[in-house]
C-alpha cells in the first residue's frame, strides 16, 4: 500500500473515532443538560423551526435531531402540535467538551495518536532500514554479475529482498565459476595459461605412458609483432594477439584436437604461454609428420593478413616442435625443447617450423654458457683488439686497418668473433663492449698517426645494436676527443643489411659523423640485398664486397659479372670498392682486373696484434711513411710481384 493511501486511511479512521465520540459526548452533554434545572429549554413555534442544514454539525452530531431557527442552531429535546422545546447546540457542545469524561476521552485519544505516531515512525523507519537492504542487495548483485542489472523484482519489501538475495546467491555461484576459468585463463585471449597448460600435458604425458602413444608440442612465437606493436601501439598488438587465438583455434577443430574442460569450458590443448608466445598440445600421435602439417597449417593460417580497421597487417611464426617422448618426457622439458627448435627456426630464417633436435640443445647450453662468460670477460676486460690491413691494389699502400675484437678465454681459448659477436648483440651486452672497442682502437691509431701514419685509418665495426641505442654521432665525436683522434683518421663499418633498415635518425647521425670527416663504409655488400637505388641515397664513402663473391668468382662467372657490375656501380656512385676475403693470388688479379681497387685478405696479411703491424709498418718503411703518411703492406705469397718504385 502507498504512503498517501495509508494516511488517507489514518485520518478518515480518525475523524470517524472523533466524530462517533463527539456524538456520544454531545448525548450525554444533552441529557445532562435537559435534566439541568439551570438550563433553559428555549420553546418556539413549530413553524419557525426548520431542519438544520449546517453540513459540519450534521456530520459531528448525525444523530440527533438538529434544527435552526431564528438563524440559530438547536438540538430538539421534544414536539407537541404547535411547539418544539429546543437547546441551544453551542451550549450542547460547550457542555460535551468541558466534560471530565471529554477530557478523559481526548487524554485518551491523544495518547493513541502518539502511540499510533510512534507506531508509524517506527514503521517508517524499517521501511527505510528494508529499502537500504534492498539497494544494497541490488548492488551486491549488480557487483558480482553486472549483466543482470535490469531484472525488476516484484512485491513487498520482504519478498522483494528474499528474491534479490536468491539472484544474488546465484551471481555468486555463477561468478564462482568465472573465477574458477580466470584463474587458469590468459585475461587477454581467454586460452589456457601456461601453468594450467603444463598441468593438463602433465596427466596427457602419463596416459599416453601407459597407452605407449607419442605426442606433440609446437611452441609457436609471432615474427614481427613487437614491430606491429611499435608502429602501431599496444592496444593494436593486442587485437592481433586475440585474432592469433581465434585462428589457432580453428586449427584445433580443424584437426580434431579439441579437449574440453567440461565444467570451466575451456579449451585444454591450446596455450598463451605469454607475450605473443602460443603453444599447442597433440595427443595421440600416430606420426610425427602430422605435427610437421600442423604447424604448417599454423604457419599459414597466421600468414594470412590482419584486418584491423582500415589497416592491414602481416606477420608470422616461427615454430619449434617437441616430441614425446623423444625430445623430453616431462611437460616442462618438452616445452623447453620446443622451445629450442623454435629459437633455431627462428635463426634458420623465421616463418618456419623445426623440429627439435639433441645437437640444437647443445647449442642452446653453450649459448647461454658464452652469455655467462661474455658478462665475467666483459667486467674483467679479457679482450684485445686485432688489425687487418687493407691496401691498394696496385702498390700495397696500406689504405685503413680494420680493428678486430679478440677474446681469449682462459679454458676456451680463442673464441671467434662470429660467435660471441651476436649474443653480444641479443644481450645487448655490445653497448659496453662496442664502447672499449671504439676507444681502444682510436687510441691505438692515435699512436700510429703520431708516429706519421698520417694517411691510415681504422675501421671499427659497429652493429645495428649500437646504432639504435647510441646517439653515433655524439659518442664518436666524444671518444675522437677523448682520444685526440682526427676524425679523417676514423672509419665506421656498418653492415649491408643494418644500414638499409636503419631509422632516418641513425642516417642522419651517420651523415652527421661524415661531416666531421668520419669516413663510412657498407660492410659485407651482397648480403644485405640492398636495391641500387637504396645505395645512392646512403651516407657511405666505401663499398666492401663479402667474401663470399669472391670465393665463388674463381669457379662461378656470373659471380665475376657480379662482381664486375658491383664494381662499375660503386666507381659510378664516387665510391671506394673493397674486395673482402682475397685469398689467393689469382683473386687478387682478378679483382684488380675488375677496377676494384683495394683488397683485404689473408693473401695480404690476417688480423695482427698491434706490436706486429709497428714491428711490420714502422719498422721497415720509416722513409715511405714519412713521404706518403702510410706504409706498404706485401703480400707473403712468394708469386707477388711487387711493383717496382
Ligand atoms: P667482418 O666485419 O666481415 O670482418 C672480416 C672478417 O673476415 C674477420 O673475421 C677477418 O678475420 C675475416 N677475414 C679477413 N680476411 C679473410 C680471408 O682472406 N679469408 C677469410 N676466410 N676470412 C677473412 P673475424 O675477425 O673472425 O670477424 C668476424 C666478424 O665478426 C666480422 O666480420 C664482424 O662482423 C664481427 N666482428 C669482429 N670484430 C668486431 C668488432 O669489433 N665489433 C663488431 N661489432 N663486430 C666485430
Ligand atoms: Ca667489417
Ligand atoms: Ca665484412
Known amino acids: 500500500m502507498s504512503k498517501i493511501l495509508k494516511m488517507l486511511c489514518i485520518c478518515t479512521l480518525s475523524l470517524f473515532v472523533l466524530g462517533y465520540v463527539t456524538n456520544l459526548l454531545c448525548i450525554k452533554a444533552l441529557h445532562y443538560l435537559h435534566h439541568q434545572t439551570d438550563v433553559k429549554l428555549k420553546t418556539v413555534d413549530t413553524e419557525f423551526v426548520q431542519p438544520s442544514e449546517n453540513f459540519a ?12 431557527a431564528n438563524e440559530k442552531e438547536y438540538v430538539k429535546i421534544a414536539e407537541s402540535v404547535n411547539s418544539a422545546s429546543l437547546i441551544e447546540t453551542r451550549l450542547v457542545l460547550q457542555r460535551a467538551f468541558t466534560s471530565t469524561e471529554a477530557i478523559g476521552y481526548f487524554i485518551l485519544m491523544a495518547l493513541a495518536l502518539t502511540l499510533l505516531s510512534k507506531w508509524r515512525r517506527k514503521s517508517s523507519k524499517r521501511d527505510e532500514d528494508l529499502g537500504m537492504i534492498e ?9 558480482i554479475s553486472p549483466s543482470s542489472r535490469d531484472k525488476e523484482c516484484k512485491g513487498d519489501p520482504q519478498k522483494r529482498i528474499a528474491a534479490l538475495l536468491e539472484r544474488a546467491k546465484a551471481s555468486l555461484a555463477d561468478s564462482k565459476q568465472k573465477n574458477a576459468c ?15 597448460y603444463l598441468q593438463h600435458i602433465e596427466k596427457k604425458l602419463k596416459t599416453a605412458a601407459q597407452t605407449n602413444e607419442r605426442c606433440g608440442l609446437l611452441f609457436i612465437d609471432l615474427d614481427g609483432f613487437k614491430q606491429v606493436n611499435d608502429a602501431f601501439g599496444h592496444s593494436f598488438g593486442d587485437t592481433i594477439l586475440i585474432q592469433v587465438a581465434h585462428r589457432l583455434k580453428d586449427i584445433v577443430k580443424h584437426y580434431q584436437l579439441e579437449d574440453i574442460e567440461p565444467t570451466l569450458n575451456l579449451e585444454r590443448n591450446l596455450s598463451r604461454l605469454g607475450g605473443d608466445e602460443f603453444s599447442l598440445f597433440i595427443p595421440h600421435l600416430k606420426h610425427p609428420n602430422v605435427c610437421n602439417d600442423i604447424a604448417q597449417a599454423v604457419l599459414n593460417e597466421i600468414e594470412r593478413d590482419f584486418h584491423l580497421g582500415n589497416k592491414l597487417i ?13 625430445s623430453a618426457a616431462r611437460p616442462n622439458a618438452l616445452l623447453q625443447m620446443a622451445d629450442v627448435a623454435m629459437y633455431r627456426a627462428k635463426s634458420d630464417g623465421r616463418g618456419i617450423f623445426r623440429v627439435y633436435s639433441p645437437e640444437m640443445g647443445n647449442k642452446m647450453r653453450r649459448y647461454h654458457y658464452l652469455l655467462e662468460e661474455l658478462r665475467t670477460a666483459i667486467s674483467e676486460n679479457n679482450f684485445h683488439l686485432s688489425f687487418q690491413p687493407i691496401v691498394h691494389v696496385e702498390d700495397c699502400a696500406i689504405d685503413y686497418f680494420e680493428a678486430l675484437v679478440r677474446w681469449h678465454h682462459p679454458v676456451e681459448g680463442m673464441i671467434a668473433p662470429d660467435e660471441f659477436i651476436p649474443i653480444a648483440e641479443e644481450t645487448n651486452l655490445i653497448l659496453e663492449l662496442g664502447d672499449w672497442i671504439l676507444t681502444t682502437a682510436c687510441r691505438q691509431m692515435y699512436s700510429w698517426y703520431k708516429a706519421g701514419m698520417k694517411q691510415v685509418r681504422i675501421s671499427v665495426n659497429v652493429s645495428g645494436v649500437q646504432l639504435k641505442h647510441r646517439d653515433v654521432h655524439q659518442w664518436v665525436k666524444a671518444t675522437l676527443q677523448s682520444t685526440q683522434l682526427p676524425a679523417q683518421s676514423l672509419m665506421l663499418e656498418i653492415t649491408e643489411s643494418t644500414l638499409i633498415t636503419a631509422s632516418n635518425k641513425i642516417i642522419k647521425q651517420l651523415e652527421e659523423c661524415r661531416k666531421m670527416g668520419v669516413t663510412i663504409a657498407i660492410d659485407d655488400f651482397g648480403t644485405g640485398f640492398s636495391s641500387l637505388s637504396t645505395l645512392a641515397d646512403l651516407p657511405i664513402d666505401v663499398l666492401k664486397i663479402d667474401k663470399h663473391f669472391i670465393n665463388q668468382a674463381k669457379c662461378n662467372t656470373k659471380y665475376q659479372q657480379i662482381l664486375r657490375s658491383i664494381s662499375e656501380l660503386g666507381n659510378q656512385l664516387s665510391l671506394r670498392v673493397i674486395a673482402e676475403g682475397v685469398e689467393e693470388l689469382e683473386q687478387f688479379e682478378l679483382v684488380k682486373s675488375m677496377g676494384i681497387r683495394c683488397v683485404q685478405g689473408y693473401l695480404v696479411s690476417k688480423p695482427q696484434s698491434s706490436q706486429s703491424v709497428g714491428n711490420k709498418v714502422l719498422k721497415t718503411g720509416m722513409n715511405q711513411m714519412a713521404a706518403t703518411g702510410t706504409g706498404v703492406w706485401l703480400p707473403d705469397d712468394k708469386r707477388y710481384d711487387p711493383p717496382a718504385h
Open 57 to 68: 454539525l450534521r456530520i459531528l452530531l448525525y444523530n440527533l435531531p438538529l434544527v435552526s
Open 314 to 326: 602481416k606477420i608470422g611464426a616461427s615454430i619449434g616442435i617437441a616430441i614425446y617422448p623423444e
Open 135 to 143: 539497494q544494497q542487495a541490488i548492488n551486491l548483485i549488480n557487483s
Open 182 to 196: 580466470l584463474a587458469f585463463q590468459d585475461k587477454l585471449t581467454l586460452l589456457i595459461d601456461r601453468h594450467a
